[in-house]
């Protein structure tokens, strides 16, 4: 490696006119380098301001003005003793264009002549700088291929090019077997050919661009479609989990039911808890595994989609390596001197392969798999159905099955407090304005939204809040009201929580009645219909239920018991207690009667 770099670096650094290292280097306007009293003696003998390596002349006399940065290499080299190396690396060797003047051992060419047809090495090109005959002579870096200019027929250099057959061919081609062809000069055949190779090398520059850009948004894809598997699987993971913890809440409310019944069948009460055990275990298992299969099931989606962007991405990387493969070939030959090897060469050059097909690149951040989620939220939706369904039958099997019969309706405060029942709100049901507070026994209407959970229980557009408790049996309880407009309802937990309003809201549907607690009034609710309810103005409700029976009674509660409004018809489900504060500022409160 060291004495092909000095090599390398002494070549630099040397005058073609006096074949010794720099002195005061300049660079004339076509870039070659030479001593400045060595190109201006040059140019005052021949009177002519041209290179003496590439030909090209200057009008006006180029000012001359010293390379520093030359200057200073070639002070290094002579601070490291470089210039001194071993001559070796003059001398030729395997791979390298021998001069054609040399005997014996053979130098390294510097320069080959397309008119000489002669390589030479840099003390024999010496004349092609100082002789005057040799000016207009072609010097082009070191070629072998010199022969190949000639005419194998007549022995005579090729400078016309033959359209009609596509080849270079002498002068007395052309008037043998070419008479009569289309043939243009050698030179102007190459300057129509080498706009068409710029042409070819922009374009090629311009795909590889393109590919680039397709690859970086191909990356881009795969990491989009791994993310959105990740979210996917944790949107399902989350929503199962919240499916778990519903039916748990539920199993709690029926299991705290079965044990709250007057009951004298021990071993019913057995059987009962049996059952909803076994019904929970179902559950989970039939929750777990439809979790499990949805996982599968978006893992396989990802590998196919990151497979099917993978198999893109090779084939646009395969098609940047040809690409640059191309740029270089073109490259290459668009700084061959050599207007017949470059002629000669132009048609072989490999053809561009068919661009491949990335109209399939798509990036839709977090979207592959929204089929998916909804998929699962139906699952959910699913599930929730039959939870309530066998939480419905189970506790009506427990409300009027398993139960004394109904008790006579109390009549004192005292009476009605035998029946009292420890209830709290839902945050999940909670409409976002509504603050709870009190261990979520109380309900405020605000102006801004509360920080509570995104829940499918939520009712998103009516002020209102189901107990987290269910009701059956004999219950009682009472609720503290203020500000202008309270309604206290009792609603089954299938009422919508997102449809129109009259499907939503307390006592405007057949599932779920309410009194509307008013300053100066009191009015009863039940599927649209309202009934005026008179009684003694109280900040306290009372609200009494008889499931089984079919009885709901409200009762304005202050030192008497006196009733507003009751109800008698047939309960499918087990009931919620409801609050709804209709004005901001508005409060209700679940007394605790313990």
């Given amino acids: 490696m060291g004495p092909k770099r000095i090599k390398l670096d002494k070549e630099v650094c040397s005058c073609c006119i006096c074949l010794d290292l720099l002195k005061d280097p300049v660079t004339i306007p076509c870039g070659h380098s030479y001593c400045m009293n060595c190109i201006k003696t040059h140019w005052n003998k021949k009177k002519l301001h041209s290179c003496p390596q590439c030909r090209q002349t200057f009008t ?3 000012v001359l003005v010293k390379n520093t940065m030359l200057a200073d290499l070639v002070e290094e080299l002579k601070k490291t003793g470089l210039q ?58 070191p070629s072998n291929k010199l022969q190949e200019n000639v005419c194998s027929r007549h022995d005579e250099v ?40 710029e042409v070819s090398l922009l374009n090629i520059q311009q795909r590889i661009q ?77 929750m777990e595994k439809r979790s499990c299969d949805v996982k599968q099931q978006v893992r396989s989606q990802q590998r196919t989609e990151v497979s ?98 109904s008790q006579p309706e109390p009549k004192t405060r005292a009476e009605f407090l035998k029946y009292s029942r420890e209830i709290t709100l839902d945050p999940n049901t909670a409409y976002t304005k509504l603050l709870l507070s009190d261990g979520n026994r109380k309900a405020t209407l605000m102006s801004l939204q509360q920080s509570h959970s995104i829940h499918p229980d ?53 599932k779920s009645w309410a009194l509307l607690c008013d300053r100066n009034s009191f009015t009863f609710f039940y599927n649209g219909v309202q009934t005026p309810a008179s009684g003694p103005q109280s900040s306290r409700v009372g609200v009494y239920l008889d499931h089984s029976a079919g009885i709901l009674s409200f009762y304005s509660v202050s030192e008497t018991m006196t009733l507003l409004h009751r109800v008698q018809t047939t309960f499918t489900q087990p009931l919620y207690a409801g609050l709804l504060p209709l004005k901001f500022g508005a409060t209700a409160e679940l007394c605790n009667l313990k």
């Fill in 158 to 197: 090729m400078k016309i090019f033959c359209r009609t057959d596509q080849q270079c061919i002498c002068y007395l081609c052309l008037m043998d077997e070419h008479k009569g062809h289309d043939t243009v000069s050698a030179a102007a055949e190459r300057t129509e050919r080498q706009r068409e190779l």
């Fill in 458 to 510: 939520k009712f998103t557009k009516c002020h209102q809040v189901l107990s987290r408790e269910s009701l059956t049996g004999c219950c009682y309880w009472e609720v503290e009201w203020r500000g202008r407009g309270v309604e206290v309802a009792v609603a089954y937990k299938n009422i919508s929580r997102k449809g129109d309003w009259t499907e939503c809201r307390f006592g405007w549907n057949d």
């Fill in 308 to 405: 099917r962007v993978k198999e893109l991405q090779e084939k646009l990387e395969q098609e940047i390596t040809e690409l640059k493969r191309n740029d270089a070939e073109l490259k290459k030959l668009s700084h061959t001197e050599d207007h017949n090897q470059f002629l000669h060469n132009y048609p072989s050059l490999s053809p561009l392969s068919e661009s491949t097909d990335s109209s399939s690149i798509k990036i839709s951040p977090l979207s592959y798999f929204e089929d998916v989620t909804e998929a699962v939220s139906e699952v959910r939706d699913e599930l929730q159905d039959v939870l309530r369904e066998k939480w419905t039958n189970i506790s009506l099997m427990v409300t009027e099955e398993d139960v004394l019969p």
């Fill in 84 to 141: 001194a190396a071993p001559a070796d690396h003059c001398y030729t060797g395997p791979e390298d264009v021998s001069c054609d003047v040399c005997t014996g051992r053979k130098r390294k060419a510097f320069k080959s002549c397309l008119v000489c047809l002669v390589s030479y090495c840099e003390k024999h090109l010496q004349p092609h700088f100082k002789s005057p005959a040799f000016e207009k002579h072609k010097l082009v870096d």
């Fill in 210 to 286: 393109d590919r680039e850009k397709d690859v970086k948004l191909l990356q881009q894809e795969v990491e989009n479609i791994n993310l959105s598997a990740d979210k996917a699987v944790g949107d399902n993971e989350k929503i199962f989990t919240e499916l778990i913890r519903l039916m748990e809440e539920r199993s709690c409310d029926v299991k705290q039911q079965v044990r709250s019944q007057q009951r004298t069948d021990v071993s019913r009460v057995k059987e009962l808890q049996e059952k909803l055990e076994q019904e929970i275990s179902e559950l989970i298992r039939l």
């Fill in 60 to 62: 006006p006399k180029p």
